[in-house]
């Protein structure tokens, strides 16, 4: 992905800033301008909020054939987390064993390099997470 | 609205076809197909082509007057378009195509699919199939698209017991019925162990639970149900199709174990055809995973949440059995060239509701259903197929 598009985001990926639906209350990760519930009656209602980063898994792979910005990390785990306020975002989860993930399993956000573009290209850096102490 | 007829069919083989360029495949496959419907090109009103990423795969935009000008319409001034949805860019060109004559804009379409998948690697093409997910919240930490569909069979197994079994039985079938296509990818049955001890792709997801890259074009040529006759003695009738969307990133849906644009989409499609799940005999099925079968035969109504995996199992989506599902062999088997995939899938139910399948034709083949899915469930349309009287 190129540098700008990532770059444009980082407010989001670096400090989980997402938004809070002044309607419903509804929490949105990644942002939305939009709530998707209220639609209309959200515009302009839409109020930053940073998340803990806290949550649970509630799906999970081991992946052997990955994607090629991380080729150096197979078999990696990526999992679906449910975040205590609501939302549910897509990460990896790292330091741990692949068989001590499970569904349930309490984990928390940690600022890690994500990927690298080539052999001496940007590196991204974002949220990943680790089993919660 | 006026009733739709399917007079003509045609494809290519699907598989790796080192030798052949993308244009060669579109242009054998429409070919085939107006030969078929016996129809010469100065009846011709429009071309919709689907096709997922031609610009990253062979470098080249624009396919659709590509494909026309070399099928012999570039002196005719022929309109043509380019459909893309990803995965599902072959059934939404059908779609289109079917309205365009359904409204009388046009009288005579040809509806083609195309892809060129082998001419880049397998990594460049992990990254494009993952881009049919959200790249910058999915994609971009590290979920391929196979990773995203192995964590929803994570969950199915979890809250219903699917087993690994189950998920291999599905490949055993489609390999089977691919055994009895001449235009499939892959022609040899295999056993479950093959499947079960096959190299993990995202766990739970095997070699053997994953459609392969494939190159491929397909082509079927509609017309309206009234003219059908005078082409045909077999027309096959779009008896109705339904269009569903979703939230583009799986993790953003109330559910990982069911795909709401299934549902909503065959809703439809069933409510406009006026019929239900139980009278269709045969379905293709959108089975880039395994697990997407299995999802699919469940979401679609053929059988309850959470007991696809044991139908299928127990065979009762094999060839003649309750339901017969991908008797085509599916994209698993037959392939998956992703903007021809959709349009494969309506020449083999046209095959089948004419009886001209062969090996694999299902008897007494009266309403077939196909499905397609583009990306992980954010696209889904069903079209409802019936046989000609
Ligand atoms: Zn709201």
Same mark, same amino acid.
């Given at each position: 992905m190129e540098v700008a598009r990532f770059w444009r985001e980082n407010q989001s990926r670096y400090n989980m800033q997402g938004k809070k639906c002044g309607a419903c209350g509804i929490v949105y990760f990644p942002p939305r301008?939009?709530?998707?519930?209220?639609r209309r009656e959200s515009i302009g209602k839409m109020e930053k909020l940073k998340l803990s980063g806290k949550g649970k898994i509630i799906s999970y792979t081991v992946v052997h054939d990955g994607l090629p910005a991380f080729s150096m990390q197979v078999p990696y785990t990526m999992a679906i987390i449910e975040l205590e306020e609501g939302p549910k975002i897509t990460g990896q989860i790292v330091d741990?064993?692949?068989?001590?993930?499970?569904?349930g399993t309490e984990v928390e956000a940690v600022f890690r390099k994500l990927g690298?573009?080539?052999?001496?290209g940007v590196i991204h850096y974002g949220y990943k997470f680790v089993p919660k102490e | 609205m006026r009733e739709v007829a399917i007079i003509g069919v045609g494809e290519t083989k699907f598989?790796?076809? %080192? $030798?052949?360029s993308f244009r060669d495949l579109g242009i054998e496959a429409g070919f085939k197909a107006m030969e078929d419907a016996g129809i010469?090109?100065?009846?011709?009103d429009a071309m919709f082509v689907g096709n997922m990423s031609a610009d990253r795969?062979?470098?080249?935009?624009?396919i659709a007057p590509l494909i026309a000008d070399y099928s012999g319409f570039g002196e005719r001034n022929l309109p043509s378009v380019r459909v893309e949805a990803a995965n599902a860019s072959g059934g939404i060109a059908l779609s289109q195509a079917y309205m365009s004559v359904a409204s009388s804009v046009h009288d005579i379409v040809v509806v083609g699919g195309a892809e060129k998948?082998?001419?880049?690697?397998e990594e460049s093409a992990a990254e494009i199939l993952a881009?049919?997910?959200?790249?910058? %919240? $999915?994609?971009?930490?590290?979920?391929?698209l196979g990773s995203l569909y192995a964590m929803m069979a994570r969950r199915h197994m979890n809250d219903f017991g699917t087993t690994k079994e189950q998920l291999a039985s599905v490949a055993v079938k489609n390999h089977l019925n691919g055994s009895m296509n001449?235009?499939?990818?892959f022609q040899r049955a295999i056993k479950l162990e093959m499947a079960l001890n096959a190299p993990m792709v995202a766990d739970p997801l095997g070699v053997f639970d994953c459609a392969p890259l494939s190159d491929g074009a397909a082509a079927v040529i509609l017309c309206p149900w009234e003219d059908a006759k005078k082409y045909t003695d077999s027309p096959v009738k779009i008896l109705s199709c339904g269009q569903a969307g979703d939230y583009?990133?799986?993790?953003?849906?109330?559910?990982?174990?069911?795909m709401d644009a299934t549902i909503e989409a065959s809703k439809k499609a069933y409510k406009y055809a006026g019929?239900?799940?139980?009278?269709?005999?045969l379905a293709e099925v959108h089975d880039a995973f395994s697990i997407s079968e299995i999802m699919a035969i469940e979401d679609l109504g053929?059988?309850?949440?959470?007991?696809g995996g044991k139908a299928t199992e127990d065979g009762e989506?094999?060839?003649?059995?309750k339901i017969s599902v991908n008797?085509?062999?599916?994209?698993?088997?037959?392939?998956?060239?992703m903007g021809a995939t959709g349009v494969g899938q309506a020449v083999e139910m046209t095959l089948q509701l004419r009886g001209?399948?062969?090996?694999?034709q299902v008897k007494d083949a009266e309403k077939g259903l196909i499905h397609n899915i583009g990306g992980t469930g954010s696209t889904c349309i069903v079209h409802i197929l019936g046989r000609g009287n």
């Amino acid at each position: 992905m190129e540098v700008a598009r990532f770059w444009r985001e980082n407010q989001s990926r670096y400090n989980m800033q997402g938004k809070k639906c002044g309607a419903c209350g509804i929490v949105y990760f990644p942002p939305r301008d939009l709530c998707p519930k209220c639609r209309r009656e959200s515009i302009g209602k839409m109020e930053k909020l940073k998340l803990s980063g806290k949550g649970k898994i509630i799906s999970y792979t081991v992946v052997h054939d990955g994607l090629p910005a991380f080729s150096m990390q197979v078999p990696y785990t990526m999992a679906i987390i449910e975040l205590e306020e609501g939302p549910k975002i897509t990460g990896q989860i790292v330091d741990v064993k692949p068989d001590e993930v499970k569904i349930g399993t309490e984990v928390e956000a940690v600022f890690r390099k994500l990927g690298q573009e080539g052999e001496c290209g940007v590196i991204h850096y974002g949220y990943k997470f680790v089993p919660k102490e | 609205m006026r009733e739709v007829a399917i007079i003509g069919v045609g494809e290519t083989k699907f598989g790796e076809l %080192w $030798e052949r360029s993308f244009r060669d495949l579109g242009i054998e496959a429409g070919f085939k197909a107006m030969e078929d419907a016996g129809i010469a090109g100065d009846d011709i009103d429009a071309m919709f082509v689907g096709n997922m990423s031609a610009d990253r795969l062979i470098d080249q935009e624009h396919i659709a007057p590509l494909i026309a000008d070399y099928s012999g319409f570039g002196e005719r001034n022929l309109p043509s378009v380019r459909v893309e949805a990803a995965n599902a860019s072959g059934g939404i060109a059908l779609s289109q195509a079917y309205m365009s004559v359904a409204s009388s804009v046009h009288d005579i379409v040809v509806v083609g699919g195309a892809e060129k998948m082998m001419d880049v690697g397998e990594e460049s093409a992990a990254e494009i199939l993952a881009s049919t997910a959200d790249q910058e %919240w $999915e994609a971009v930490f590290g979920a391929t698209l196979g990773s995203l569909y192995a964590m929803m069979a994570r969950r199915h197994m979890n809250d219903f017991g699917t087993t690994k079994e189950q998920l291999a039985s599905v490949a055993v079938k489609n390999h089977l019925n691919g055994s009895m296509n001449p235009d499939a990818q892959f022609q040899r049955a295999i056993k479950l162990e093959m499947a079960l001890n096959a190299p993990m792709v995202a766990d739970p997801l095997g070699v053997f639970d994953c459609a392969p890259l494939s190159d491929g074009a397909a082509a079927v040529i509609l017309c309206p149900w009234e003219d059908a006759k005078k082409y045909t003695d077999s027309p096959v009738k779009i008896l109705s199709c339904g269009q569903a969307g979703d939230y583009m990133a799986l993790h953003d849906r109330p559910s990982l174990t069911r795909m709401d644009a299934t549902i909503e989409a065959s809703k439809k499609a069933y409510k406009y055809a006026g019929i239900g799940p139980n009278d269709i005999q045969l379905a293709e099925v959108h089975d880039a995973f395994s697990i997407s079968e299995i999802m699919a035969i469940e979401d679609l109504g053929f059988f309850e949440k959470g007991k696809g995996g044991k139908a299928t199992e127990d065979g009762e989506t094999a060839l003649n059995s309750k339901i017969s599902v991908n008797t085509s062999g599916g994209l698993k088997a037959k392939g998956n060239p992703m903007g021809a995939t959709g349009v494969g899938q309506a020449v083999e139910m046209t095959l089948q509701l004419r009886g001209e399948a062969g090996d694999r034709q299902v008897k007494d083949a009266e309403k077939g259903l196909i499905h397609n899915i583009g990306g992980t469930g954010s696209t889904c349309i069903v079209h409802i197929l019936g046989r000609g009287n």
